[in-house]
């Protein structure tokens, strides 16, 4: 979704500002904009395009001390100079930045345009710093103002205003994230932690409804009546190299080979004599668990899926939903139902909405985060931290394969917990799991996916199968491909193909057959049917599976592990194939088009 930043200071804030948008341009890149306040007036820059894009358009003149910034990913009205934030009053003396969607603005602007107001853009933003003009107008301060405007609007979002002549920088949230970041010298106010880590990490999380009123040294937050509440300041262990680029071309390839220092710092200390340690759920924590639903959205749905095929394996009743999907037909739940959402932001909207309803119904819900302090941590009876430390490029990488990890932990406990055994195999696969870190190195360091990555590209298609947890991994495979090389792609369970998509399959149609070591012959049997209409088979699998790997044309191998476990290295191999892909017809691999990370709308 949108980024939204803010930095009040003694000093000059342009130059921070932009850097901060910079960091939060995986929240949205379709255009920018800042506005600066210097003591008398404002001076407002905004346009179409990236971050950088303004940055040439800036020139002298827009400096001061306290300033707002976006990065949009649009909703209400196309990318356009006007649509881009800051949106101001019609005095230009309120200026605002806006992330979510207010859903009763039609109304709130028909009233406003009847009072006189004009309006610029086709935003349902824009409505905000005009309320506020009216509240300015009655005679209120800029506080009051700002706390009139915001109760009146429905919907979700999370807001930031400055006024002229004001050193304040006030700010508001309602089912959209907003952290404050406490500096030395400034202060700071960001969608997420990753704006403003080089300066500060000691972040405090506001909460929907609070009011912040924000100076270059204090801050003090109110409830919608005015009244003071205190909201606890944390520290942030994200180290600010994390979210950086360094020497790599993109983020994502940074990522992808980050996920062996995630997975040693997601399994850390949780893995002792042979056993599961999970800080915050001792054994007996799930014994009144009967049944397990995971709610989550794309990447993060095929995580969950996986986390369901771990626990089915073991006799427990599980299933997974895509969360939107979950909302048009809410499941059966009762205090004996375990809701899991997977969400590394912990912001995604539909998983949130479908999180509520769980625990509105009666639920016990957890959240298998990546952020502390997120929504979904803090909405949640209990969270799990996946520990992958922050994640820039949009397409998901180590959260995924540190999110899986996580769920092997998880499902140990579970099965233990609801069936009064541990899982069958449960000591080699756990000694598998702490030498997956080990493993995921080998495949990062395997050339081979970036020198066979191009030979298929301009195909009619790209094709995934697998059976088991590779089924999960052939649906994230397919949509890791086509959401950064915007290739047509599509995964399948093996099994399925002959029920329809074989139709599809050409020598035109590369297909990875996806194998963990079990059902072999199966699989082998798949790969079979789609060789014989001649379409070129990349197999990729452990370095044991000989037959597999022996009858395709290329073959991608991983290290040989656990079966519960090497779909998790599959997987890594497949990320380097669509970013090596994607690489070679120069896609904006970190920014894809029409995608942002953390959808904070439903
Ligand atoms: C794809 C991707 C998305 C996210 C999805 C859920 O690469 O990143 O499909 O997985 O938007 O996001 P979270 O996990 O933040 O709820």
Redesign the pocket.
């Given at each position: 979704m949108c980024g939204i930043t803010a930095r009040v200071a003694t000093d000059d804030s342009l130059v921070p500002l932009l850097e901060s948008l910079h960091n939060l341009e995986y929240r949205g890149y379709d255009s920018a904009g800042i506005a600066m306040s210097n003591g008398s007036g404002l001076n407002i820059c905004k346009q179409e395009g990236e971050v950088a894009d303004l940055e040439a358009e800036l020139t002298d003149g827009r400096s001061g001390p306290i300033g707002i910034g976006h990065t949009r990913w649009s909703t209400h009205g196309p990318p356009s100079d006007s649509n881009a934030h800051p949106h101001t009053d019609c005095s230009g003396r309120v200026a605002v930045v806006h992330n979510g969607i207010i859903e009763n603005y039609d109304s709130l602007k028909r009233s406003l345009l009847k009072a006189g107001h004009e309006f610029e853009s086709e935003t349902d933003t824009e409505i905000i710093p005009h309320l506020v003009e009216s509240g300015l107008e009655s005679g209120l301060d800029a506080e009051a103002a700002f706390r009139e405007a915001v109760g009146q609007l429905e919907g979700s979002y999370a807001v930031a205003m400055i006024v002229a002549g004001d050193p304040m920088v006030y700010a508001t949230r309602n089912g959209s994230p907003l952290v404050v970041g406490l500096g030395e010298t400034a202060n700071y106010l960001a969608s997420d932690v990753p704006a403003f880590l080089e300066y500060t990490d000691r972040v405090i999380y506001l909460e929907d409804d609070d009011l912040l009123t924000l100076s270059a040294n204090s801050h003090r937050i109110t409830n919608s009546d005015g009244a003071q509440v205190s909201r606890p300041i944390e520290t942030v262990d994200w180290d600010p190299e994390d979210a950086e680029k360094g020497s790599y071309d993109h983020y994502m390839l940074k990522e992808i080979h980050e996920q062996p220092v995630a997975l040693r710092q997601t399994l850390h200390g949780r893995i002792e004599d042979g056993d599961v340690s999970l800080d915050g759920f001792p054994p007996g924590t799930f014994e009144d668990i009967e049944r397990v639903q995971f709610v989550?959205?794309?990447?993060?749905?095929?995580?969950g899926m996986y986390g369901e095929w771990l626990l089915n394996k073991d006799g427990v009743e599980a299933n997974t939903y895509i969360?939107s999907e979950y909302m048009t037909t809410p499941q059966p739940v009762d205090e004996s139902t375990l809701v899991v959402?997977?969400?590394?932001?912990?912001?995604?909207a539909?998983?949130l909405e479908a999180l509520r309803s769980a625990r509105e119904r009666g639920a016990r819900t957890l959240a298998l985060?990546?952020v502390m302090g997120s929504t979904?941590a803090r909405t949640c009876d209990d969270a799990l931290f996946i520990r992958a430390g922050p994640e820039i490029g949009?397409?998901?990488?180590k959260?995924?394969s540190s999110?899986v990890a996580t769920l092997v932990l998880l499902a140990e406990r579970l099965v233990r917990d609801i069936t009064g055994e541990p899982t069958a195999d449960h000591e080699a696969r756990l000694e598998a799991l702490a030498n997956l870190p080990e493993h995921v190195e080998t495949v990062t360091e395997d050339g081979r996916a970036a020198r066979i990555s191009e030979r298929w590209l301009g195909d009619a298609g790209h094709f995934f199968i697998g059976r088991g947890p590779a089924y999960s991994v052939a649906l994230e495979a397919a949509?890791?491909f086509k959401?950064i090389t915007y290739e047509h792609a599509e995964g399948f369970a093996a099994g399925e193909l002959k029920h329809g998509p074989l139709a599809l399959v050409t020598e035109e149609t590369p297909v990875f057959a996806i194998g963990t070591g079990a059902y072999r012959k199966r699989l082998q049997s798949n790969v079979r049917e789609v060789k014989s209409r001649g379409a070129p088979v990349i197999a990729v699998a452990p370095r044991s599976d000989e037959e597999l790997l022996d009858g395709a044309s290329e073959y991608l191998a991983v290290p040989a592990t656990h079966p519960d476990l090497v779909s998790i290295l599959t997987n890594v191999q497949l990320q380097l194939v669509a970013y090596h892909a994607a690489n070679a017809m120069n896609r904006a691999i970190d920014k894809p088009r029409n995608?942002a990370?953390?959808?904070t709308v439903e």
């Amino acid at each position: 979704m949108c980024g939204i930043t803010a930095r009040v200071a003694t000093d000059d804030s342009l130059v921070p500002l932009l850097e901060s948008l910079h960091n939060l341009e995986y929240r949205g890149y379709d255009s920018a904009g800042i506005a600066m306040s210097n003591g008398s007036g404002l001076n407002i820059c905004k346009q179409e395009g990236e971050v950088a894009d303004l940055e040439a358009e800036l020139t002298d003149g827009r400096s001061g001390p306290i300033g707002i910034g976006h990065t949009r990913w649009s909703t209400h009205g196309p990318p356009s100079d006007s649509n881009a934030h800051p949106h101001t009053d019609c005095s230009g003396r309120v200026a605002v930045v806006h992330n979510g969607i207010i859903e009763n603005y039609d109304s709130l602007k028909r009233s406003l345009l009847k009072a006189g107001h004009e309006f610029e853009s086709e935003t349902d933003t824009e409505i905000i710093p005009h309320l506020v003009e009216s509240g300015l107008e009655s005679g209120l301060d800029a506080e009051a103002a700002f706390r009139e405007a915001v109760g009146q609007l429905e919907g979700s979002y999370a807001v930031a205003m400055i006024v002229a002549g004001d050193p304040m920088v006030y700010a508001t949230r309602n089912g959209s994230p907003l952290v404050v970041g406490l500096g030395e010298t400034a202060n700071y106010l960001a969608s997420d932690v990753p704006a403003f880590l080089e300066y500060t990490d000691r972040v405090i999380y506001l909460e929907d409804d609070d009011l912040l009123t924000l100076s270059a040294n204090s801050h003090r937050i109110t409830n919608s009546d005015g009244a003071q509440v205190s909201r606890p300041i944390e520290t942030v262990d994200w180290d600010p190299e994390d979210a950086e680029k360094g020497s790599y071309d993109h983020y994502m390839l940074k990522e992808i080979h980050e996920q062996p220092v995630a997975l040693r710092q997601t399994l850390h200390g949780r893995i002792e004599d042979g056993d599961v340690s999970l800080d915050g759920f001792p054994p007996g924590t799930f014994e009144d668990i009967e049944r397990v639903q995971f709610v989550a959205c794309g990447t993060s749905y095929h995580a969950g899926m996986y986390g369901e095929w771990l626990l089915n394996k073991d006799g427990v009743e599980a299933n997974t939903y895509i969360s939107s999907e979950y909302m048009t037909t809410p499941q059966p739940v009762d205090e004996s139902t375990l809701v899991v959402g997977v969400t590394q932001s912990g912001e995604t909207a539909d998983t949130l909405e479908a999180l509520r309803s769980a625990r509105e119904r009666g639920a016990r819900t957890l959240a298998l985060t990546n952020v502390m302090g997120s929504t979904a941590a803090r909405t949640c009876d209990d969270a799990l931290f996946i520990r992958a430390g922050p994640e820039i490029g949009v397409a998901a990488t180590k959260t995924y394969s540190s999110q899986v990890a996580t769920l092997v932990l998880l499902a140990e406990r579970l099965v233990r917990d609801i069936t009064g055994e541990p899982t069958a195999d449960h000591e080699a696969r756990l000694e598998a799991l702490a030498n997956l870190p080990e493993h995921v190195e080998t495949v990062t360091e395997d050339g081979r996916a970036a020198r066979i990555s191009e030979r298929w590209l301009g195909d009619a298609g790209h094709f995934f199968i697998g059976r088991g947890p590779a089924y999960s991994v052939a649906l994230e495979a397919a949509l890791k491909f086509k959401e950064i090389t915007y290739e047509h792609a599509e995964g399948f369970a093996a099994g399925e193909l002959k029920h329809g998509p074989l139709a599809l399959v050409t020598e035109e149609t590369p297909v990875f057959a996806i194998g963990t070591g079990a059902y072999r012959k199966r699989l082998q049997s798949n790969v079979r049917e789609v060789k014989s209409r001649g379409a070129p088979v990349i197999a990729v699998a452990p370095r044991s599976d000989e037959e597999l790997l022996d009858g395709a044309s290329e073959y991608l191998a991983v290290p040989a592990t656990h079966p519960d476990l090497v779909s998790i290295l599959t997987n890594v191999q497949l990320q380097l194939v669509a970013y090596h892909a994607a690489n070679a017809m120069n896609r904006a691999i970190d920014k894809p088009r029409n995608l942002a990370k953390s959808v904070t709308v439903e």
